[in-house]
């Protein structure tokens, strides 16, 4: 019973984010008793309808299915690609269904390989047809895609391993430990593509805001793990900030380069006044400083991107090219202040910038040991008392009118962008 008060709230959030994100000039229409009762499931199977497949099927189902069954019996839309999953009467092995052509597509693929690999093992490749051949047809319809649960691959739960297949993804079977934590895979990446409004979206943006200010305080572990989990459900401010760290302590470069290739699912990134502000002036830089043989995503930007960006790109380069152009960071809403944070993640490494620049201790000439000393800034990021922050983690910012920030000590961004002088300087991150 456990399992199936578990399976209900998240169902009916899933069913309440998927309606939420439905577009209804690009996505089929939603059912009618989908919308009216906000409810992507059917009604839930009976025990003697689980019981009934158990025996036909000759085993009994694992606990996470057998769960989700007595809530539901079937399931639309799980995930993107997957239209139809099936109710205790429709389940069948793989083998027994018309695509059985999945089991037949891997048995000529396992021909290809030797019988052992060097160690005496079995090939992988008839390693994965063995199990396609053994599984369980969870899938009813889907977008040359299926989901399988393997009867042979069980834990101390009972649970069977899960494996998502899809012929244009360019990998085998990917293995999950139950059906439960393949469902949930599922919903995490249709929030990645979707984006829906709802309560999954806003935890995670306000998960991003308080990681950006323990990273503030002097934290990285914690932050970065954060913006890691936050980039699972396709939050672009976890990536730019997560870019932001990462490029501090070591290859800025690389990391912009990576953030900022041009993908379709970019768009919105580019589109936003993050990237005019943050992102543009950083890939200017790299594309000025790239060896022959780096990724210069700018040049495929400039083919690619929607047009509006490509015309930022070329007002960017024409004032960058005007004489007395002096770089800059940041819009209106980099002085914006954090809210109150926990202190730094017990555990956590304190930021320390990798430079050899200066000695951490030389910053009695940097301006914000100045400003620091001139007493607390009303406007300025929450931070912990001076006795419980690490050593020179202050950041500040000058006058109103202006939206740089002085970065003080192992911050200092002429590291990154050593042609400029470590006078204004948008800090990290936002």
């Known amino acids: 019973m456990g399992e199936r008060t578990t399976w209900r709230p998240f169902l009916e959030q899933w069913s309440a984010e998927w309606i939420a994100g439905h577009d209804p000039d690009k996505d089929a229409p939603l059912a009618q008793e989908v919308v009216r009762d906000a409810w992507l ?12 497949a158990e025996a036909r099927l000759g085993r009994r189902l694992p606990p996470s299915l057998r769960e989700f069954l007595l809530v539901t019996n079937g399931w639309r839309d799980a995930g993107n690609f997957i239209y139809r999953l099936a109710g205790a009467a429709e389940l069948e092995w793989l083998r027994d269904t018309d695509d059985r052509t999945w089991i037949e597509v891997w048995e000529d693929l396992a021909e290809d390989d030797v019988e052992e690999d060097e160690d005496g093992e079995e090939a992988f490749g008839v390693q994965e047809a063995k199990v396609l051949a053994r599984c369980l047809r969870l899938s009813l319809e889907g977008d040359a895609a299926v989901m399988l649960l393997d009867p042979d691959d069980v834990d101390v739960d009972g649970e069977w391993a899960a494996y998502w297949l899809a012929s244009w993804s360019g990998e085998g079977p990917e293995r999950y430990g139950s ?5 949930r895979r599922q919903w995490v990446s249709f929030h990645a593509l979707r984006k829906p409004p709802g309560a999954t979206r806003d935890h995670w943006d306000a998960e991003v805001e308080r990681a950006r200010c323990e990273a503030l305080a002097g934290a990285v572990d914690g932050p970065l793990s954060v913006f890691a989990q936050a980039h699972e ?42 990237f005019a502000a943050e992102l543009l002036p950083l890939l200017v830089r790299q594309d000025q400083l790239a060896h022959p043989h780096d990724l210069r995503p700018l040049e495929r930007l400039k083919e690619h991107a929607p047009a509006p960006v490509r015309a930022l790109v070329a007002d960017y380069e024409a004032r960058a090219a005007e004489p007395g152009f002096r770089l800059t960071f940041g819009g209106p809403s980099s002085t914006r202040p954090c809210t ?10 304190p930021f320390r910038l ?13 301006p914000c040991t100045r400003a620091a000393a001139r007493g607390p800034n009303p406007t300025q990021c929450p931070t912990p008392p001076r006795s419980a922050r690490p050593a ?12 740089q920030r002085y970065a003080c000590g192992t911050r ?7 042609r400029y002088p470590c006078s204004p300087t948008r800090s990290w991150p936002r």
């Open 41 to 52: 499931g059917f009604a839930p199977a009976s025990e003697v309808e689980v019981a009934a």
């Open 179 to 183: 059906f439960r934590g393949l469902m």
């Open 233 to 274: 459900y396709g939050r672009e401010r976890a990536d730019v900030l997560s870019m932001q760290m990462k490029a501090m302590l070591g290859d800025w470069r690389g990391h912009i380069a990576s953030l900022m290739w041009y993908r379709p699912g970019n768009d919105d990134l580019l589109l936003s006044p993050l």
């Open 340 to 349: 109150p944070s926990p202190t730094a993640s017990p555990g956590s490494r």
């Open 354 to 366: 990798q430079t050899k620049r200066r000695s951490v201790r030389d910053r009695s000439s940097s």
């Open 392 to 403: 020179r983690a202050c950041v500040t910012k000058p006058g109103p009118n202006s939206v």
């Open 412 to 418: 200092c961004a002429r590291t990154i962008l050593p």
